[in-house]
């Protein structure tokens, strides 16, 4: 079974940093593009960053703030962010890949973020 | 990149049918079959029901159908259940310059 779970949440000053990581299991880590999708509270879903055999890829919300990453011995995905805004504030989940179909198959329950002084 | 367009509510009875769209431009739902749909209940994860325009993964009702039509996607639901009150979403691969996604607007469907 496919799991995916995402930890590092939690509340952060506009401007701080914070490091999310999504913990894999169930399935071959290596073998999918893995991607971050947040939703700001009451809100629809946002794509953030995927990464694939191709590169890296974000939003241009995100871009230059944000670096996506992913240790592969580990299966973790990971989500660097800096320079945090209020905007930034949401639910953000890890979502793997269902190959050649550019869909996210399985997701995380989530890891929440709260930008506030 | 802006959200692609869908209706905020849609409400059906039970047993009825009703459809989502979803409409993007020749960039995105219109240039690529990289069409999906998301099931989200409150409080819950996305779930996947539709990929490609209209394939179903493994597990999802075949009462779920997607279409697509120039610019605009369309998820079906037939035989509509209490279990289906939820949010929609499509999303759909855009690559203007480089690889990316985006979602639409989102859909609460209602059952009465």
């Known amino acids: 079974e496919v799991q995916l779970l995402e930890s590092g949440g939690g509340l952060v000053q506009p401007g701080g940093s914070l490091r999310l990581s999504c913990s894999a299991s169930?399935?071959?880590?290596?073998?999918?593009?893995m991607t971050w999708v947040r939703q700001a509270p009451g809100k629809g879903l946002e794509w953030v960053s995927t990464i694939s055999d191709s590169g890296t890829f974000y939003s241009d919300s995100v871009k230059g703030r944000f670096t996506i990453s992913r240790d592969n011995s580990k299966s973790t995905l990971y989500l660097q962010m800096s320079r945090l805004r209020a905007e930034d504030t949401a639910l953000y989940y890890c979502?793997?890949?269902?190959?050649?179909?550019?869909?996210?198959?399985?997701w995380g329950q989530g890891t929440m973020i709260t930008v506030s002084s | 990149q802006s959200a692609l367009t869908q209706p905020a509510s849609v409400s059906g009875s039970p047993g009825q049918s009703i459809t989502i769209s979803c409409t993007g431009t020749?960039?995105?739902?219109?240039?690529?079959?990289?069409v999906s749909w998301y099931q989200q209940h409150p409080g819950k994860a996305p779930k996947l029901m539709i990929y490609?325009?209209?394939n179903r993964p493994s597990g999802v009702s075949n009462r779920f159908s997607g279409s697509k039509s120039g610019d605009t996607a369309s998820l079906t639901i037939s035989g509509l259940q209490a279990a289906d009150e939820a949010d929609y979403y499509c999303s759909s691969y855009t690559s203007s310059s480089t690889l990316r996604y985006v979602f639409g607007t989102g859909t609460k469907v209602t059952v009465l």
């Open positions: 020749s960039s995105d739902v219109g240039g690529y079959n990289y």
């Open positions: 169930g399935f071959t880590f290596i073998n999918y593009a």
């Open positions: 490609e325009v209209s």
């Open positions: 979502a793997k890949s269902l190959p050649g179909s550019r869909a996210f198959d399985n």
